[in-house]
């Protein structure tokens, strides 16, 4: 009786152990026949059995390799004993468990592995290989896979699963060694697979000897030139050996700040300046930096994971806490320089260890030492260079208004030139700022009522920067601001058809010039008509009389007096002046029907010509127990319908009234 395979149910030879066709082990729990001594198999099913086999197998060679093979001729006859079997290979890459080599192993594309159930995306020949991988596997035979890693990373959840089962993580642990032998890319994978199954049973102290034990592997393997900042950064920070020794326990923070390398140089660089100071506060009482932090590890290690003195666990413990402390002053140092940068997020830090049983005067001491020390070395940092403020300013959108404010405070009319110049060196600085827009509005703003034509220059610069943003957001000053801008119907349309050509050519230089023409003084031609004289003429001679009566004679009405006199024989002087009306202590008040609270409000306006600032105005409105945006809003809702527009419009930190609708509003009490 016959041997037949089980997965694709091929006859195999007699004493084979792998499947000629699909290589899977073949299972002994069938009965075989004994063959008679010299017997050969033959015959034309066996023939064309190996025929199939020996092409798929040059396939796959082709695919492999490209190497040109010539296929079997259709007609030979020739016998190929295939046994099946495999035989091991000095191939030893690791130097320990010996590799061995498959007779051929089925080709299987590169693909991403989630799951053990992925083998159903296998055909027949690689799920036949696979079985044979891991029984081979779990029997201590280690088969060569050949770089097809998806065998690998199939068996390593297959062997995960398995834990499921037995829970046994030592297991596991030995397995997942021998599997990085056959497969080097499974090992990350494995390790923290195997860190997460300790942790979730509780073995947390076998999770940091997985991790710490690789990263002394990879130390040793790179000689901690590449992995250690002090080395990395030996150049750079030119530390002592003790300080080298120091920045071992940090490692890369991940987060934006600390990527811009100029911000994590000066954080390291005010790390090692706080422990030489806060070395020196104990060195003047008699003690050492090194003592304290010894004190502080030793009570944690001890009161908080209840580690006795002199064992193993107790040294792992103190180094662990040791890197703790240091990962927290590391963090301390970064919120200083986040301060001193005017980078507006802070990282949270809470206290260190701050719940301790009994005495810890130490913790809080080195604590209290560190807090008080850091500001006073803010003063040593280096301030960014253009690159760094580039990138300080597209983490922090709103970070270019702190120095907008100096650049305001600084203003003088006699230097306005200087003026332009910073806001917009303060621009190209925030050229990868989402917000960087709105420098231009604010500057426009701020020079409405100093220059109008560098205000109306920065706000095209305003629309052409929003032009070119993510979104465009057009927007418009105030009307007090376009009427401080803006004197007459002529200006405004003459900007108008700036801005027009400027949203459809996008040319802010074309824009920029034509600017001056809008205040450019206005002459018209005039042409005299002879015939048009002579009508005049004609139509006013009465009132040519009537002027000849008063002269040398005073004439005088209700508004004017006019007084002629004739200076020679050939000049008659005339002046006319509006008589002086005496100013009335009766108040003024106005046209529409305002309370006596919004009255006295239109006097704080006119006593403090037409601007009031935001705090003054919530002074008054509290003093009169009102809200001020309620205020605000009554006395515009009284003069909307005389004015057709607000009274009362909030301009920057003030609040200010154009003053033709304040005298619009008012008039005298008969």
């Not at 195997?194 to 049973?201: G, P, Q, V, W, Y």
């Not at 301060?339 to 719940?355: E, N, Q, S």
Request: glycine content about 4%.
């Amino acid at each position: 009786m016959s041997l037949f395979c089980h997965i694709c149910g091929f006859k195999a030879r007699p004493r084979a152990l792998f499947c000629g066709r699909c290589g899977s082990e073949l299972l002994d729990d069938l009965p075989i026949e004994t063959p008679v001594e010299n017997e050969t198999v033959s015959g034309p099913g066996f023939l064309n059995e190996m025929k199939q086999m020996v092409t798929e197998f040059i396939d796959d060679l082709k695919s492999v390799d490209n190497i040109s093979v010539t296929a079997l001729s259709r007609h030979d006859d020739s016998v190929i004993d295939v046994t099946g079997a495999y035989e091991q290979i000095d191939y030893d890459p690791t130097g320990g468990d010996k590799l061995v080599r498959y007779g051929h192993v089925p080709k299987w594309e590169h693909m991403y592995v989630y799951s053990s159930t992925d083998i159903e995306f296998a055909n027949g020949s690689q799920r036949g290989f696979y079985n044979a991988f891991r029984n081979s596997f779990l029997r201590g035979e280690y088969l060569d896979i050949e770089g097809n890693t998806n065998y690998a990373f199939i068996l390593l959840f297959d062997l995960l699963n398995d834990y499921e089962s037995h829970r046994d993580l030592l297991l596991v642990e030995r397995q997942l060694e021998k599997l990085k032998l056959i497969c080097p890319k499974t090992e990350s994978y494995g390790r923290d697979f195997l860190t997460d199954l300790m942790e979730s049973a509780g073995d947390y102290h076998g999770a940091d000897r997985i991790n710490t034990e690789y990263y002394k592997q990879r130390d040793e393997y790179f000689g901690n030139d590449y992995w250690t900042l002090g080395k990395r950064y030996r150049k750079e920070l030119n530390p002592s050996e003790t300080e080298e020794k120091l920045l071992r326990y940090i490692s890369d923070p991940s987060n934006v700040f600390c990527d811009i390398e100029f911000c994590f140089l000066e954080v390291l660089k005010l790390l090692l300046r706080t422990i030489t100071a806060i070395d020196k506060t104990y060195k003047e009482e008699g003690t050492s930096f090194e003592a304290a932090l010894e004190a502080v590890t030793d009570t944690v290690a001890t009161k908080n994971y209840h580690t006795r003195r002199g064992t193993d666990n107790y040294r792992y413990t103190l180094e662990s806490v040791k890197r703790e402390f240091f990962i927290w002053l590391f963090r301390n140092c970064e919120n200083t320089v986040r301060h001193a940068y005017r980078h507006t997020r802070k990282l949270k830090i809470d206290p260190f260890y701050p719940y301790l049983p009994g005495k810890t005067e130490h913790i809080s001491d080195i604590q209290n030492r560190t807090v008080t020390i850091l500001p006073s070395l803010i003063s040593t940092l280096t301030q960014p260079d253009k690159t760094t403020e580039i990138s300080l300013n597209a983490l922090s959108t709103t970070r270019w208004k702190e120095e907008f404010k100096y650049i305001k405070r600084d203003f003088e009319d006699s230097d306005l030139s200087r003026f332009i110049d910073r806001v917009i060196t303060l621009a190209e600085i925030n050229k990868k700022n989402r917000s960087v827009e709105n420098i231009y509005f604010e500057a426009s703003k701020f020079l409405a009522k100093k220059d109008q034509k560098h205000s109306v220059e920065m706000y095209l610069r305003y629309l052409h920067a929003d032009l070119h943003s993510d979104s465009i957001n057009n927007k418009q000053h105030t009307k007090t601001i376009q009427k401080a801008l803006f004197s007459t119907n002529d200006q405004l349309h003459q900007f108008q058809v700036i801005i027009s050509k400027l949203f459809v050519d996008r040319d802010l230089e074309q824009a920029l010039e034509t600017v001056p023409r809008i205040y450019a003084p206005r002459r018209k031609k005039i042409k005299l008509v002879e015939s048009r004289i002579q009508e005049v003429q004609q139509k006013h001679s009465e009132t040519v009389v009537q002027l000849d009566k008063y002269l040398n004679d005073e004439y005088e009405d209700a508004d004017t007096t006019l007084i002629a006199m004739q200076n020679d024989h050939e000049e008659i002087e005339i002046r006319i002046s509006p008589k002086v009306i005496e100013c009335s202590d009766e108040p003024v008040i106005p046209c529409v029907d305002l309370s006596p609270v919004h009255n006295e409000m239109l006097e704080l306006f006119l006593k403090s010509n037409f601007e009031v600032s935001a705090i003054d105005l919530e002074k008054f409105a509290e003093s009169n127990e009102i809200f001020k945006n309620q205020l605000i809003d009554e006395i515009n809702d009284a003069c909307v319908e005389m004015l057709d527009d607000v009274l009362v419009e909030e301009e920057d930190e003030n609040f200010v009234i154009y003053e033709p609708y304040y005298r619009q509003i008012m008039k005298n009490e008969d």
